[in-house]
């Protein structure tokens, strides 16, 4: 059979492989993207992810360049507040609430929140009109050959690409981290997240919030208006079984439970999408790089869904990929090009999944005494203005040194 030869092959067309086929193809990389699993566009077809995920400051810039932007923002729900609330007292309801403002850095929010159904769409509408990207769904990677300049990569419809760069975005379970005989770190945590969108009486205010009670946050991400009602997304993480239990219960059990779950704080909860179960853990690759191979996204890490770091980090990743290859186009997938890559990104992943798997473990305490070293944590961390900001520009991945400008919009 014929091969086919290209600068990169991603292997996933989850969200974080198809935005980087958009970034790479845009950097005119001739590029080719496979996925077994053709993306569902449409929130009411069956297998739609309903997920949604908040892209943070730092992500803006590269979905401008990657020319995806303008197609998303009419459907970015801007967070301008972060409360967290701890509601772990006997009775289980709020009893200390802190805002991290937004304000308190710029004049940008802290990010955008899109539904993962639409950022495949617009995605997908992108790689569309850009000539240097072939989008494969329904077809796999197999395996691969590294060879000194290049990798011959096996497709599971026995096509043959020969590429300068594979990037690994499979997943979690990667069959190209495997193939590269990399191993992984896991944690379990025996917990679910329950992923569902609800329209409620009492309007967000564009406030994202996270309420920590035991079993894991139970989160408010606000989304636009649905049928005239306010409306947000939903993450509710708990032990594996309770989850289970939850989700099995009929509508009108689950409202009411997750109403109480919430404290009432937006008032009787009524649901409009989902819930979808999600398994929890924390993974980390040992190494980012193989042969003329990078792993990236959940093929090299994955945490819980706390304070939106998931898909930022693998954003994070392309990042420094793209740096990478504009510094030295030719020499995309060398050996010293991804040994650069590992050193940059490694240190900093495991400090990120560390941190996750730390706010989870606080979260998920069910000893009355965690919770009251919980709350009180909490005001210490966010009462004292410097402490609140370095944390506020940590948790954005703008690390802690001087205010970089940020546009707003
Ligand atoms: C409930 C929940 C809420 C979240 N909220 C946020 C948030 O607000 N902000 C945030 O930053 N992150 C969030 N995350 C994390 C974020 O959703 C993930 O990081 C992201 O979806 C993972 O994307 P991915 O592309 O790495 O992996 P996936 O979406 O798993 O994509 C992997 C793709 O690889 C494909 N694949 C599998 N095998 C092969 C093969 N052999 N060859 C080729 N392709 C293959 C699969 O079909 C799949 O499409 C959340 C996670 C959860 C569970």
């Known amino acids: 059979m014929e091969r086919t030869k290209t600068d990169i092959i991603i292997a996933g067309g989850g969200v974080a492989g198809l935005t980087a086929a958009a970034a790479f193809g845009a950097e005119g990389f001739r590029t080719i993207c496979v996925d077994p699993a053709p993306p569902v566009t449409d929130g009411a077809a069956p297998g739609a992810d309903l997920r949604t995920t908040a892209f943070l400051q730092p992500a803006r810039a590269l979905l401008e360049a990657a020319g995806i932007w303008d197609r998303l923002s009419p459907e970015a729900m801007p967070l301008e507040i972060m409360r967290i609330i701890d509601a772990g007292g006997r009775d289980g309801e709020a009893r200390v609430s802190r805002d991290f403002d937004s304000a308190d850095l710029g004049d940008a929010p802290f990010g ?3 539904r993962n159904w639409v950022l495949r769409r617009e995605i997908l509408a992108r790689l569309d009109s850009l000539p240097t990207v072939d989008f494969r769904p329904g077809v796999g990677f197999v395996n691969m050959v590294p060879r000194e300049n290049s990798v011959i990569v096996t497709l599971s419809d026995g ?16 069959a190209v981290r495997a193939a590269c005989g990399i191993g992984a770190r896991t944690l379990r945590y025996g917990q679910k997240a329950l992923s569902f969108a609800v329209t409620h009486p009492v309007p967000h205010d564009n406030v994202s919030t996270e309420i920590h009670r035991q079993g894991g946050p139970f989160t408010f991400v606000p989304l636009p208006d649905h049928e005239g009602q306010p409306c947000s997304a939903v993450v509710w993480m708990e032990r594996g079984p309770e989850a289970q239990r939850l989700a099995a219960l009929p509508r009108e059990a689950f409202e009411a439970e997750a109403t109480e779950r919430s404290t009432g704080l ?56 793209l740096d990478l290859a504009r510094a030295d186009h ?3 997938g060398s ?29 998920m305490a069910s000893s009355p005494l965690l919770h009251d070293l919980r709350a009180m944590g909490m005001r210490a961390l966010h009462d004292v203005a410097p402490v609140r900001k370095t944390l506020m520009r940590l948790g954005l991945g703008l690390g802690r040194g001087a205010e970089r400008p940020i546009k707003g919009g």
Request: glycine share 8%.
């Open 112 to 114: 955008w929140n899109f």
């Open 159 to 174: 096509q043959v690409i020969e590429a300068r760069m594979l990037v690994a975005c499979d997943g979690r379970d990667s």
């Open 266 to 321: 937006l008032g009787a909860l009524r649901l409009v999408a989902g819930p979808q179960v999600w398994p929890i853990i924390s993974r980390i690759a040992d190494r980012m790089d193989g042969p003329r191979t990078a792993l990236m996204a959940e093929t090299a890490h994955v945490v819980p869904p706390i304070g939106a770091q998931g898909l930022n980090m693998s954003l994070a990743d392309l990042s420094c990929l």
């Open 330 to 332: 030719d020499g995309i």
């Open 335 to 363: 050996r010293k090009m991804l040994a650069t890559y590992h050193r940059k990104r490694h240190p900093e992943i495991a400090i990120r999944v560390a941190g996750v798997d730390a706010l989870n473990r606080a979260s």
